[in-house]
Structures are given as C-alpha cells and as structure tokens.
C-alpha cells in the first residue's frame, strides 16, 4: 500500500473498482482542476468528485488502519487534528484523547458502522461512528467525528421510553461505548442478567441493534 495515496473499495468493496484519495490536498495537486486524462476515465473523474465531496464535508472523515496509521483525512479532520481536542497525529499514527475511539476502530465492521459517545474538554462531547470500508488484507477504516453541539441528554431518552433504572445505567454505559462484557462487571450481574434486561429495553426503544440504539439516541443530541 503507497503511502501516498489510499485504494479504497466502492460500497460493495469490490477490490477492482478502486477511488483514490490524495492524503493531503496541501500535498497534492488540487482536486478540484481536472486532468486532461479525466475526460477519458470517468471513473478517475468519479474518484476525484467523491474525494472533493467529501473533503468539504463539516463531519471530520478519517480513514485509518485497525492498527490507527492514519491514511487519509478531509478537511474537517486536519481542522480537528490541529485543534488537538478530540485527537493528535503522531508520526502519522492516531492518538485519541479517549480510548473510546481506538477500541470503536477495534471493533469496526462492514456490516454496520459502530458509533459511542465520546467525552470531551469542558463537558463537550463528540460523537463517533466506525466502520470497514476495505476488507482484509489491507483492512480500512472509516471513522468520522461530529460534536455535539449542546448537552446529550439521555435521561430523556430513558425517561421518554419508561426504562427502568437497571436498564436506563445498561443504555448509558452502552452509549458510552462499554462493552457488554465490561458492563456487567461493573453492574455485579451475569450476562445472562445484562441481557435480559437489554432485551427489554431494546423492545421498549423500538431497536434492534446497537448501531439502531445509537441512531435512536442521537435525535436526544441538540441540533
């Protein structure tokens, strides 16, 4: 894999119908000027609008290794990274301030993008999605970052919902990014115990998975 560009798959992450994406525009010719070549390959012309699209995106957009090299960031992101809240780029490694986000790209898959709540400085908070987007060997990841522009209020979501106290500290955890496993250690209970009262809290939020859970709690996040 060049480490000046990244080979990354279509949706089905079919491994012949690759987009290129320059890993810096600062160090890269502009996207946004095409090359006489482009005329004749709609596909690098694809390429190159899907990278400049999502390059001005206001979600910071990473693409990673599971081993956290960074591979590709938008603008959003190198914003991010210069700000130094959320993450930090250290010989081109990514260092989250929250071990929430490394143990997020831990557990990326392609069939659903993971997403936990990630605490921040000064009561902020962000929120993270994880997901596969190429497939091994060379595995990537995709990992976009939005804060949340006011207080996540998951009390509301409990309460909305009527969960009971023991379910409501289950959704929470979960929301923080807590494993299951983690989750009943520091509740005291089996996880035959944590799973039932999952099962119903889940058929009282109308989901059916983690990644819906998330997408359910995130109409509690303030616009």
């Not at 390959?41 to 290794?65: F, K, M, S, Y």
């Not at 807590?178 to 035959?192: C, Y």
Request: aromatic share 6%; with cysteine; net charge neutral.
């Amino acid at each position: 894999m060049r480490q000046g560009s990244v080979e990354v798959g279509r949706a089905s992450g079919a491994p012949h119908e690759p987009f290129w994406f320059p890993l810096d525009r600062r160090v890269s010719r502009d996207r946004r000027r095409s090359a006489p070549t482009d005329d004749l390959d709609p596909q690098a012309a694809c390429g190159r609008a899907l990278a400049n699209w999502v390059d001005g995106e206001r979600r910071a957009r990473l693409i990673v290794t599971p081993g956290l090299e960074v591979m590709w960031m938008n603008e959003a992101a190198r914003a991010l990274r210069d700000d130094g809240e959320a993450f930090e780029v250290k010989e081109g490694r990514l260092t989250p301030r929250s071990p929430i986000i490394a143990s997020l790209v831990g557990r990326a898959r392609p069939e659903e993008a993971g997403c936990a709540v990630v605490p921040g400085d000064g009561g902020r908070h962000w929120v993270a999605w994880a997901r596969e987007v190429c497939s091994p060997p060379n595995t990537l990841i995709g990992l976009t970052l939005q804060r949340a522009r006011s207080e996540i209020r998951f009390q509301a979501l409990i309460e909305s919902h009527l969960l009971t106290p023991s379910e409501g500290r289950i959704i929470e955890m979960l929301l923080a990014g807590i494993e299951t496993g983690r989750v009943a250690q520091t509740l005291d209970i089996s996880i035959e115990t944590l799973r039932t009262h999952l099962k119903h809290a889940y058929q009282k939020l109308g989901v059916r998975s983690r990644g819906e859970l998330f997408a359910e709690a995130l109409s509690f996040v303030g616009p």
